[in-house]
């Protein structure tokens, strides 16, 4: 089958939409206002860490020079590592001008204004540009830039080309398909060509999903920075038949995954997500830095237990949400659960577990997730410390087309099983 989309940025990312920008604080202060009576006012107790042991990561991955377009998760990492970068700029200007900035109105000015510059830097618009061209290529397609600096190009395939492409995707440039791209696992939904219609709203799901999980598993972060990409689908731009929710929208018709199905029942089902616990977690650390200026944030834990955090992910079989939760253990060991379901589309559930372990020197994640276990995903990471700034950190994956979580990652749809490692150095400061 021959085709030719185009997937339009549209500045659908949060900074580059300014309609999307104002829903999104309207919301939050909404949230937040909600929220003063009854939960802001324990946010001292329950959020507030004015110690400054926190840490950021500057990472490189062996997995940037790969020159493989379908390498898709591993850039997730340096979307986080360039929005954490961004929020310590934000720290650094707060202390240095905290005398002025000491009233709530400045300090909700001063979190407003830094996350216009983070959303400005044009990491997240590429993410989002670099989801579509990596299921493309996973797809069997061929991914090539719309427009950048005034033409045609390919779209960048390693970390040189993708870091270019932070300026260029300001151009207008989106990212087209054409070519074979049916390659699909035979066990695959109906839809598939919405894994790659919805690459990018996908990706910028998987942002906010991982920023939150090294959020809890790291025990405490910074306010700054923060990303609300699980509402990616209810504030994705432009709205209508040409936009990536109403193409996905109009293939899952076409296709009977849901034959009733409407972009407007598909930002409905995501605009759930903003009472996430990650969001609320946003709203409570709003509230105690306008009020009394921490800055440093906890994980909102009941009794040990990660108040869970949800994403919606288009797939193959339709619209997903994805439930994730923690318990800590102790300081050194925490569990991760997650369960994801088609909430509209065929019948089909995947659950997941995870597990954390800090050893001192080193350090361990393993998750697995699928339908079965002959369908299942796996993930494990080891880091080792080398001295007080840098640490080493090994990662193995196992993708499964055939789920949800693989169809979004996997290098080769049309294989059931593709296999994946990196190692990446990174520097804590």
Not at 83 to 109: C, E, I, Q, T
Not at 257 to 286: C, P
């Amino acid at each position: 089958m021959q085709v030719q989309t185009f997937h339009s940025s549209g500045f659908h990312r949060l900074a580059t939409s300014p309609k999307s920008r104002r829903l999104f604080s309207s919301l939050l202060v909404v949230g937040c206002v909600a929220l003063a009576g009854a939960t802001c006012q324990t946010a001292q107790a329950q959020e507030a860490d004015t110690s400054p042991a926190v840490r950021d990561t500057f990472s490189i991955s062996s997995a940037y020079f790969e020159n493989n377009y379908a390498n898709n998760v591993d850039y997730a990492q340096f979307t986080i590592d360039a929005h954490s970068a961004s929020g310590r700029l934000a720290m650094y200007g707060y202390d240095k001008f905290a005398d002025l900035l000491n009233g709530p109105w400045s300090r909700v000015a001063y979190v407003g204004a830094t996350g216009l510059l983070t959303g400005f830097m044009g990491v997240g618009l590429s993410y989002h540009e670099w989801g579509h061209a990596s299921r493309v290529v996973a797809l069997g397609g061929t991914a090539t830039m719309s427009k950048c600096l005034g033409g045609g190009c390919p779209a960048p395939r390693d970390f040189f080309g993708y870091a270019a492409s932070q300026f260029y995707t300001f151009e207008g440039g989106s990212v087209r398909s054409s070519g074979r791209i049916d390659q699909a696992n035979a066990s695959s939904g109906k839809a598939f060509r919405s894994i790659d219609i919805g690459g990018g709203v996908n990706n910028d799901e998987l942002v906010a999903d991982k920023y939150a999980e090294q959020h809890f598993l790291n025990g405490s972060g910074h306010l700054f920075g923060s990303s609300a990409g699980n509402l990616s689908i209810a504030l994705y731009s432009p709205k209508g038949p040409n936009g990536d929710v109403g193409q996905a929208a109009s293939h899952y018709r076409a296709t009977g995954v849901d034959k009733q199905i409407t972009e407007r029942d598909l930002i409905n089902i995501n605009k759930l997500s903003l009472i996430s616990g990650a969001n609320i977690t946003f709203a409570r650390s709003l509230y105690e830095f306008a009020v009394n200026g921490n800055y440093i944030t906890k994980p909102w834990t009941i009794n040990g237990f990660l108040v869970p955090n949800q994403y919606n992910y288009l797939s193959s079989r339709g619209i997903t949400r994805k439930w994730v939760s923690g318990y800590e253990w102790n300081d050194t060991t925490k569990l991760l659960g997650s369960y994801e379901y088609v909430v509209r589309g065929d019948k089909f559930a995947e659950p997941g577990v995870g597990i954390y372990k800090n050893f001192g020197g080193w350090d361990a994640l393993a998750k697995v997730s699928g339908k079965t276990v002959s369908w299942a995903n796996w993930e494990t990471a080891f880091s080792k410390r080398l001295n007080k700034n840098w640490k080493l950190t090994a990662t193995a994956y196992v993708w499964d087309s055939r789920s949800l979580l693989g169809e979004r990652n996997s290098l080769k749809l049309k294989d059931d099983k593709t296999r994946q490692g990196s190692v990446a150095a990174a520097y804590e400061y």
